[in-house]
């Protein structure tokens, strides 16, 4: 499963604390910096940082670069789970410390308490504007290529369903896949001009 956003829609710090309380993986930060970030999170722990091919190993200067991610309201990251990216293992930071950390009160934005990955949607007032989940949406265009790679797939993997005109509802039950996620996908489709209703 992958999931991905902007970081100004989601704090980092709500996206670890969201993620990293109900799955492991590795998310992958780009903060428009020259620099491509990976947090490695299990059990409720930032377990590796990596930027760009560079490991860093030592707890001291991982919470360094930490803080300035944390604190970074620009950019995207990516989400993608511990079945279709390796963990690494090189320190053990609980993630109920990032508080402190980042200076970020332990109840703003804490998404420890909702049960569902997207349920941060909530929390932003993006899930009041995701499309109904049997509105049905078409292609607005034969061809897309688009810049983010999950999305990419995504038009990729159900271009014959959007190309006849498909609902999210319709499209999570063929897929196996969150309705949420597939709403959130329609949102930004939407956005970016790709999909249009069905009229």
């Known amino acids: 499963m992958a999931i991905w956003g902007r970081l100004s829609d989601f704090s980092l710090y709500v996206v670890l604390t969201g993620l990293g309380n109900h799955r492991s993986g590795v998310i992958h930060i780009d903060i428009g910096d020259g620099n491509q970030y990976y947090l490695h999170i299990s059990a409720r722990a930032l377990t590796a ?6 490991d860093f190993t030592h707890l001291r200067q991982a919470r360094s670069v930490l803080t300035r991610l944390l604190r970074a309201s620009n950019g995207t990251f990516r989400y993608l789970s511990a079945e279709a990216s390796p963990l690494h293992r090189d320190f053990h930071l609980n993630l109920e ?16 308490r909702e049960p569902r990955l997207l349920s941060v949607f909530q929390n932003r007032g993006i899930k009041k504007m ?14 897309h ?5 999950v999305l990419q797939q995504f038009l990729e993997r159900t ?16 897929l196996s896949e969150d309705i949420e996620k597939i709403q959130f996908y329609f949102y930004r489709l939407i956005e970016l001009g790709v999909i249009i209703p069905v009229k």
């Open 130 to 143: 995701l499309p109904h989940v049997d509105a049905r949406f078409i292609l607005h265009h034969d061809v």
């Open 49 to 54: 940082l990596q930027i760009n091919t560079a």
């Open 159 to 174: 271009a014959w369903q959007l190309g006849a005109g498909v609902s999210a509802a319709e499209l999570a039950r063929l």
């Open 145 to 149: 290529t688009l810049d983010n790679y």
């Open 97 to 112: 410390k990032l508080a402190d950390i980042s200076n970020v009160p332990a109840h703003a934005d804490n998404p420890i």
